[in-house]
């Protein structure tokens, strides 16, 4: 066999990966670093109310939803670097604004502006383009990480950082990570040698109305959109609770987080081995939003700081379960060939349930105070926990993405541990892309790998 077929990733892919997850890290990195710690800043801006604090926070959502997918679709026709290019651009200057702004409306435009830089569809793409439809799944991960990473080195630096250079100063800095984001496509970006559609990535125009149709996958959707709306909605009040209600200092927020964060993924490690070694990812998943109603509960009813600070430890533990859980569950859901059109939609309804936990969090908190914000987090948990109770057993498959040439789908249902294969004309030569739903624990993958075009 050949050596182009070994498990492990080449050396250009792991360049590109690496330099791809680093400019997608930096790009929410300077989303979210804002979070733990705006809520206390715009109290003093002119013309702010809890509303208008929450649309700032939230207001790159929107816009990040609306325009991720066309920018992708753009990045088909004129390449991917200047997609990625003019959006990062387009984020440096949404982060100068809000860096400069002296009202909350200034901070509303700038924000909007940042989530309008809206690359995530177009970097997936550059990402395929550069990895062998075999190592596909191995760039996403890494990329996957990345972003997890991102958020968690947010919620404690934040707060820090805000000490030493302000709010101003994190816009600012969040610049200059865009700015370094530009020199990393450029330096250590390789250039694909081809650009072109991959449906296992991309969301195809056709197969959204399939997609819509999936009452699983709009489950998941919402499952997402809820998760984010519920974490905007409880950063819009944690740190005003945090400073006002527990008297830890601002810049000690940062000392809350970091330990926070270490336990809460202690607790969560041993149940996402337990859903997928032990076939229990629904029980889990359904017990992870019990978790995250526990901690809502806690959050209403007092004002101990060690109890809300359990409370947090619970709330993150559950949190980071169910945002691990959620991505295996689409691609376990959706059929081989929809998983790009699949992850398009779920990752708009993730940036949507930014935008709407900002705007609805910030009137509920306007509206009822800090308790109304947390019942309102409930009402949503409930709903989400019924249509969780209600969903389908997921079946314990993954995909898997081949070049073959000559290849019949019975060759491929043949091997051991292939489920479903489709064949795909492949767009740049005579040959065909299989795209496969395999059990990944009896996968006979040395058989697999033998059908494999040699190109």
Same mark, same amino acid.
């Given at each position: 066999?050949?050596?182009?077929?070994?498990?492990?990733?080449?050396?250009?892919?792991?360049?590109?990966?690496?330099?791809?997850?680093?400019?997608?890290?930096?790009?929410?990195?300077?989303?979210?670093?804002?979070?733990?710690?705006?809520?206390?800043?715009?109290?003093?801006?002119?013309?702010?109310?809890?509303?208008?604090?929450?649309?700032?926070?939230?207001?790159?959502?929107?816009?990040?939803?609306?325009?991720?997918?066309?920018?992708?679709?753009?990045?088909?026709?004129?390449?991917?670097?200047?997609?990625?290019?003019?959006?990062?651009?387009?984020? =440096?200057?949404? *982060? %100068?604004? +809000?860096?400069? #702004?002296? @009202?909350?409306?200034?901070?509303? !435009?700038?924000? $909007?502006?940042? /989530?309008?830089?809206?690359?995530?569809?177009?970097?997936?793409?550059?990402?395929?383009?550069?990895?062998?439809?075999?190592?596909?799944?191995?760039?996403?991960?890494? =990329?996957?990480? *990345? %972003?997890? +990473?991102?958020? #968690?080195? @947010?919620?404690?630096?934040?707060? !820090?950082?805000? $000490?030493?250079? /302000?709010?101003?100063?994190?816009?600012?800095?969040?610049?200059?990570?865009?700015?370094?984001?530009?020199?990393?496509?450029?330096?250590?970006?390789?250039?694909?040698?081809?650009?072109?559609?991959?449906?296992?990535?991309?969301?195809?125009?056709?197969?959204?109305?399939?997609?819509?149709?999936?009452?699983?996958?709009?489950?998941?959707?919402?499952?997402?959109?809820?998760?984010?709306?519920?974490?905007?909605?409880?950063?819009?009040?944690?740190?005003?609770?945090?400073?006002?209600?527990?008297?830890?200092?601002?810049?000690?927020?940062?000392?809350?987080?970091?330990?926070?964060?270490?336990?809460?993924?202690?607790?969560?490690?041993?149940?996402?081995?337990?859903?997928?070694?032990?076939?229990?990812?629904?029980?889990?998943?359904?017990?992870?939003?019990?978790?995250?109603?526990?901690?809502?509960?806690?959050?209403?009813?007092?004002?101990?700081?060690?109890?809300?600070?359990?409370?947090?430890?619970?709330?993150?533990?559950?949190?980071?379960?169910?945002?691990?859980?959620?991505?295996?569950?689409?691609?376990?859901?959706?059929?081989?060939?929809?998983?790009?059109?699949?992850?398009?939609?779920?990752?708009?309804?993730?940036?949507?349930?930014?935008?709407?936990?900002?705007?609805?969090?910030?009137?509920?908190?306007?509206?009822?105070?800090?308790?109304?914000?947390?019942?309102?987090?409930?009402?949503?948990?409930?709903?989400?926990?019924?249509?969780?109770?209600?969903?389908?057993?997921?079946?314990?498959?993954?995909?898997?993405?081949?070049?073959?040439?000559?290849?019949?789908?019975?060759?491929?249902?043949?091997?051991?541990?292939?489920?479903?294969?489709?064949?795909?004309?492949?767009?740049?030569?005579?040959?065909?892309?299989?795209?496969?739903?395999?059990?990944?624990?009896?996968?006979?993958?040395?058989?697999?790998?033998?059908?494999?075009?040699?190109?």
């Amino acid at each position: 066999m050949s050596s182009a077929f070994s498990n492990n990733l080449a050396a250009q892919e792991r360049r590109a990966g690496v330099s791809l997850a680093t400019i997608y890290a930096f790009r929410m990195f300077g989303l979210f670093m804002i979070l733990p710690v705006f809520a206390l800043y715009a109290e003093n801006l002119p013309g702010a109310t809890p509303f208008t604090m929450g649309l700032a926070i939230g207001i790159y959502g929107l816009t990040q939803a609306v325009l991720q997918i066309p920018f992708g679709m753009w990045s088909d026709r004129i390449g991917r670097k200047p997609v990625i290019f003019i959006g990062l651009l387009i984020f =440096i200057v949404g *982060s %100068i604004i +809000a860096g400069n #702004a002296t @009202s909350i409306e200034g901070i509303i !435009i700038g924000r $909007a502006i940042q /989530g309008g830089g809206a690359i995530a569809a177009a970097l997936m793409a550059l990402a395929a383009d550069l990895s062998r439809e075999e190592h596909r799944i191995k760039m996403m991960a890494l =990329i996957g990480i *990345s %972003i997890g +990473a991102s958020f #968690a080195l @947010s919620m404690v630096l934040g707060p !820090i950082i805000n $000490a030493w250079i /302000g709010i101003s100063g994190i816009f600012y800095g969040t610049a200059v990570l865009g700015l370094v984001g530009i020199a990393i496509l450029y330096l250590f970006v390789p250039d694909p040698v081809a650009s072109h559609f991959h449906r296992d990535t991309e969301v195809a125009t056709e197969s959204v109305a399939t997609a819509l149709k999936d009452t699983q996958l709009l489950r998941l959707d919402f499952g997402i959109l809820i998760l984010h709306f519920v974490l905007m909605c409880v950063f819009l009040v944690m740190p005003l609770v945090l400073k006002n209600d527990m008297g830890i200092a601002a810049d000690k927020h940062g000392h809350i987080y970091l330990p926070v964060f270490a336990f809460s993924l202690v607790l969560m490690l041993p149940f996402i081995i337990i859903a997928e070694r032990k076939r229990a990812m629904k029980q889990v998943f359904v017990g992870g939003i019990v978790v995250l109603m526990v901690a809502n509960l806690i959050f209403l009813n007092t004002h101990n700081m060690w109890y809300t600070i359990i409370a947090l430890v619970i709330f993150f533990a559950g949190f980071n379960l169910l945002e691990a859980s959620l991505p295996s569950l689409v691609t376990k859901t959706a059929p081989a060939t929809l998983k790009g059109t699949a992850m398009g939609m779920y990752s708009s309804s993730q940036f949507l349930g930014a935008f709407a936990g900002g705007a609805i969090g910030g009137y509920a908190h306007q509206t009822w105070g800090i308790d109304g914000v947390y019942i309102t987090v409930l009402v949503a948990l409930s709903l989400w926990f019924v249509l969780a109770v209600t969903m389908k057993k997921p079946r314990y498959l993954s995909t898997y993405l081949l070049n073959v040439d000559g290849v019949s789908t019975h060759q491929l249902l043949e091997v051991k541990g292939v489920v479903e294969a489709t064949l795909i004309d492949d767009e740049n030569d005579s040959g065909q892309v299989a795209y496969l739903k395999i059990e990944k624990h009896i996968l006979d993958e040395e058989k697999l790998l033998s059908l494999a075009s040699s190109k």
